[in-house]
């Protein structure tokens, strides 16, 4: 079975500064990768998606993450992130073919500072 | 507009008693999905069904029970046999079941205390 790790829990950063936040998966075959976000009192909704060609994909609000297969990542960056962007951010995976069955990672806890 | 509709938003549950938590969707997907999330933990998942009168476990399906009658309408039962029921639930529904690569859409979900 899939499985996907989030490193960071709580991250706290300051309005312009740059994000990073790791997620690794393990499955030994191809896989679908998702980044979701959850913002105070929102649901779940979709900030970008990975199925194939370009690793580097963009997502919404200057959001855009990397594939890396070798190194079975999917890290989230944002240049310079706003106060806006606290919320509560989800890797997700899901084996090519498996219809939509989603593994989440526990989720990271953003929080942007004035 | 186009969505998936949670009821309630908070439910109280007394020890030893059944509960239903209802997910709706007008969306015209395929595949729905039953989640749950915790503290720390991330989202689990129950139960799903990729078409009508058809669904199968997910990963923590023990003390839960669902149907999938109508296309549009997914109910999630938490029964008494589900020792851990506090927690928010989040129904997620999806197009086009047999293809891994569509994106899930969730509802607000529904918190469950115990009284």
């Known amino acids: 079975a899939q499985s996907v790790s989030q490193h960071n829990h709580h991250v706290i950063l300051s309005e312009a500064a740059s994000l990073e936040l790791g997620c690794n998966y393990s499955?030994?075959?191809?896989?679908?990768l998702f980044w979701y976000v959850q913002y105070p009192g929102q649901h779940l909704q979709l900030l970008l998606k990975y199925f194939s060609g370009d690793p580097l994909v963009k997502g919404i609000k200057g959001f855009e993450a990397e594939f890396i297969k070798s190194k079975f990542s999917f890290n989230l960056r944002k240049p310079s992130v706003q106060w806006s962007d606290t919320a509560e951010y989800f890797c997700?995976?899901?084996?090519?073919?498996?219809?939509?069955?989603?593994?989440f990672g526990t989720g990271t806890r953003l929080q942007v500072t004035l | 507009d186009g969505g998936i509709t949670q009821s309630p938003k908070y439910l109280f549950r007394k020890e030893g008693q059944n509960v239903t938590l209802s997910c709706e969707q007008n969306l015209n997907h395929d595949a729905m999905y039953w989640y749950r999330q915790d503290p720390g933990q991330g989202l689990r998942l129950i139960y799903y069904?990729?078409?009508?009168?058809?669904?199968q476990k997910g990963d923590i399906a023990e003390g839960y029970s669902v149907s999938r009658e109508k296309k549009e309408s997914f109910p999630l039962t938490v029964t008494s046999a589900q020792k851990n029921p506090t927690a928010f639930y989040l129904c997620?529904?999806?197009?086009?079941?047999?293809?891994?690569?569509?994106?899930?859409?969730f509802g607000d979900g529904t918190r469950l205390s115990i009284l």
């Open positions: 997700a995976v899901n084996p090519t073919g498996t219809a939509s069955k989603l593994t």
């Open positions: 997620a529904s999806s197009g086009l079941s047999d293809s891994s690569n569509q994106p899930q859409h």
């Open positions: 499955y030994g075959g191809t896989v679908n």
């Open positions: 069904s990729q078409i009508v009168n058809d669904f």
